[in-house]
């Protein structure tokens, strides 16, 4: 490993040199007692690659959040260790079935998506082309993991294409620095975030690029808006929108992780009068719009292998990208002073 890279260096001082793992890409645990040691400084990386079936089947026939816990924290210590000690690390290999039927792929992207989006990894996705003229053995053989599709006349998947687009985008990092830290609430299932129109509407899905400026506290289980910290994250009830209000230290407003993922954003609306039929614990969720955010009791959160938790994943991630200006003050109905605010 360390020759190749001196050799790459040598051969021209001014690329980019990206070192390998072990087990077609996946492993670069053995770095952990003995790191590599070169000539130069400041322009290697480590590459890793992770697929759903780097694991066999066990997206399919495991607990979707037990799966997604478990194997992260295996690529964590395989791979992405390595950015704690400092180096960059490059996804250099991901992607699905863009057909989309192979459940392993599907239950597996979630948690990838989640994770790059959490680490603001740098990646490539698997793959461009939509066929081969000769692969195999095989003349004109589909490649379904293709962005295009086998006549490369156009995309496979729109809907894969376009969740995968805010990964894109940097939340952070060197030349990124625009605003304080804030926290964005992703959904990787359909690549969107939570945002508003307007105080007096129910929070919904949108581009993440005009994401909200959440600040989570996580010991309170407070989620509230970063510039307008009285008006904090509410829920309503089962089936019913969320939406900003007071107070901001009830049932209905403190929020925990909860699963094995940690990607279930969830109330417990046990002891709350206001909670109706939907007492119990609440988790976000996509209304049946596909668009609006609402709460419903939570999925998937035992070991069942047959239960889909997609629509309820929700990652909190931090950025410091700049946040559109909006009106919230002057939005106000009534003053924030006032103890009888409630959820609008």
Not at 45 to 54: D, G, P, Q, R
Request: glycine residues 8%; proline residues 5%; neutral net charge.
């Amino acid at each position: 490993m360390q020759r190749g890279a001196e050799a790459v260096h040598a051969a021209n001082p001014r690329v980019l040199v990206i070192l390998s793992g072990l087990s077609f890409d996946n492993d670069l645990a053995f770095l952990n007692s003995r790191q590599v040691s070169l000539s130069f400084a400041r322009k290697a990386a480590f590459e890793v690659h992770w697929y759903s079936f780097s694991n066999g089947q066990e997206w399919a026939a495991g607990s979707p959040n037990e799966v997604c816990a478990r194997i992260g924290a295996s690529v964590s210590r395989r791979a992405l260790y390595l950015l704690d000690q400092g180096w960059p690390v490059f996804l250099s290999e991901f992607g699905v079935d863009n057909r989309g039927g192979n459940a392993n792929d599907n239950r597996y992207y979630g948690c990838a998506a989640a994770v790059a989006a959490d680490l603001d990894l740098d990646w490539a996705l698997w793959t461009l082309q939509g066929s081969y003229y000769l692969r195999q053995g095989v003349l004109d053989l589909d490649e379904v993991y293709g962005v295009l599709d086998r006549a490369w006349s156009r995309p496979r998947n729109d809907t894969a294409l376009r969740r995968v687009q805010p990964l894109q985008r940097p939340l952070r990092g060197p030349g990124y620095a625009e605003a304080a830290p804030y926290t964005v609430l992703f959904h990787p299932a359909t690549g969107l975030c939570v945002l508003r129109r307007s105080l007096t509407q129910p929070l919904e899905l949108g581009a993440c690029a005009d994401t909200e400026a959440w600040e989570y506290a996580p010991q309170q289980g407070r989620l509230a808006l970063r510039d307008s910290p009285l008006m904090c994250l509410r829920a309503q009830g089962a089936g019913r929108p969320v939406r900003l209000g007071t107070p901001c230290d009830d049932d209905m407003s403190r929020w925990r992780l909860v699963s094995d993922s940690k990607l279930h954003v969830a109330v417990n609306t046990s002891s709350s009068s206001s909670s109706g039929s939907g007492s119990g614990m609440l988790c976000l969720d996509v209304g049946a719009d596909g668009q609006s955010v609402v709460t419903n009791p939570c999925r998937c959160l035992s070991a069942d292998n047959s239960c889909d938790p997609e629509s309820q994943w929700f990652k909190l991630v931090s950025s410091t990208r700049s946040v559109a200006a909006n009106g919230m003050l002057a939005e106000l109905p009534v003053k924030l002073g006032s103890s009888k605010i409630r959820s609008l």
